[in-house]
């Protein structure tokens, strides 16, 4: 088993900014109200509010940025899509590529290292540390165990606004890691009353549910507003979808199933001998017949998707301090489960006629043969699984103040953190406990990879 245990701190830093035109990623806050999602029991609303707008990509209140199209997923979109995750709302957009650091692959720049199947925004495809996430305009503590970058599910969706998104390079203002373009989660504000839903989605072998609320309380000089979201979504294996096969031929394509199996196969001064279902012993060894290999669809045995289990939630709140004078605080906080059975490992192992469950095929005078194997498959239940837990937090709070003109003063403090923690439960064919195991010269020891 192999554990790899992450931690990431954002601390936080006191910034004091005079400006009249603040260098910031700030957005409207809720303007109107909102409509009701499927399956909502709603006693309240988002209220109408002015407020001075600061449009992402640019640092000048109320112009939108020069040459670039800023694209916009308001509230009523979010609701349309009945989306389960923050994440799969994105997926929705054109300029965001599904590949890399994603739930539901681990291909492509950076998903290799995914072992806690998180999610990032890939703009355009230039690879997901090109594009940065903002949330309320503020940097974002990112997640991982190889390579860091920002989930956009943590933020619940009930809680989701609306998203900026900058599909062009924005590194002049944002830095290097803005290569591609921005994208900022905007969270709701200004919400009055209870607001309690759920969504449930199924399909063969498959299902998701999400339970959320939304609660807030608005007063002449301020107000605050939380939601909640609790998500699970069950993992979806291979065995369940007969387009997922390396056997191919039924669809014109070639058959790319592999050797390495359970029952395998021995070869023997170069000729292979399928094992028999139900294993072969020296004294059945005239079952074994020459040039016969098993083979075996090992995807069939892993998961397309892993199981999800998610709680997160999120705040927004404000207080007028005196005229002037404003005090505001936004936060996060998410904790992600996943588990997914993945391929087990398979190779040839030479085994001696020292075992005491060596097999030589008739006729031959073999004192060792290789034996194509897998760990894994009905052999071992598939014990080969991914499992990973993510936490993650952040704090801001901040003080606006108007001085004259149209000049402000703001000095904000963030506090955040991340932990990852991922479990990989494997077998190593090359480890010493195995090549221990194959010289055993004790039945009650040794390691039989001819028998059942």
Not at 14 to 26: E, G, N, T, W, Y
Not at 207 to 215: F, K, P
Not at 284 to 289: D, I, K, N, P, R
Not at 314 to 326: K, L, P, V, Y
Request: charged fraction near 15%; include cysteine; proline fraction near 4%.
């Amino acid at each position: 088993m192999a554990a790899r245990h992450a931690k990431v701190l954002l601390a936080g830093a006191a910034l004091l900014a005079l400006h009249s035109a603040p260098v910031s990623a700030q957005s409207t806050n809720a303007t109107s109200g909102d409509a009701t999602t499927g399956g909502a029991a709603e006693t309240g609303t988002d209220a109408p509010v002015s407020e001075e707008i600061v449009v992402t990509g640019t640092q000048i209140r109320g112009v939108a940025p020069v040459g670039s199209t800023l694209i916009t997923v308001d509230r009523k979109q979010i609701e349309a899509v009945n989306a389960v995750t923050t994440n799969q709302i994105l997926q929705l957009q054109p300029q965001i590529f599904n590949f890399g650091v994603s739930e539901n692959s681990r291909s492509g720049t950076g998903g290799a290292g995914n072992i806690t199947y998180g999610n990032a925004i890939n703009l355009r495809g230039l690879s997901p540390y090109a594009t940065l996430t903002l949330i309320n305009g503020h940097r974002a503590v990112p997640a991982g165990t190889v390579g860091l970058t920002v989930d956009p599910s943590v933020i619940p969706t009930v809680m989701l606004e609306r998203v900026d998104i900058v599909a062009d390079g924005a590194s002049a203002t944002y830095g290097s890691d803005a290569v591609a373009g921005v994208v900022n989660l905007i969270t709701r504000r200004n919400f009055e009353g209870l607001q309690v839903g759920g969504r449930y989605g199924f399909a063969d072998d498959y299902d998701e549910y999400q339970i959320n609320a939304i609660a807030g309380h608005r007063w002449s000089t301020g107000q605050i507003t939380v939601g909640a979201e609790y998500t699970r979504r069950s993992a979806l294996s291979g065995m369940d979808r007969d387009f997922y096969s390396a056997d191919l031929r039924d669809r014109g394509g070639a058959d790319n199933r592999g050797t390495g199996c359970y029952p395998g196969t021995i070869i023997a001064n170069g000729t292979t001998y399928a094992i028999p279902e139900g294993g072969v012993t020296q004294a059945t060894a005239g079952q074994l017949v020459a040039g016969t290999t098993n083979r075996c669809d090992i995807l069939k045995f892993q998961d397309l998707i892993p199981q999800v289990r998610q709680f997160t939630a999120a705040m927004t709140f404000n207080q007028e301090i005196t005229s002037g004078i404003r005090l505001f605080a936004d936060g996060h906080y998410s904790n992600r489960k996943s588990q997914r059975q993945v391929p087990f490992a398979s190779g040839p192992l030479t085994v001696t006629n020292a075992n005491p469950y060596f097999v030589a095929p008739a006729g031959s005078n073999a004192t060792s043969v290789t034996v194509d194997y897998a760990f894994g498959g009905q052999a071992l239940g598939n014990t080969w699984t991914d499992r990973g837990t993510s936490e993650n937090y952040v704090i801001n709070l901040g003080l606006n103040a108007k001085l004259w003109a149209d000049w402000q003063a703001t000095v904000t403090g963030t506090y955040g953190r991340n932990e990852d923690l991922a479990y990989q439960v494997r077998i190593n064919a090359s480890s010493p406990q195995v090549a221990a195991a194959l010289a055993s010269t004790d039945p009650a020891t040794a390691l039989n990879l001819f028998g059942p």
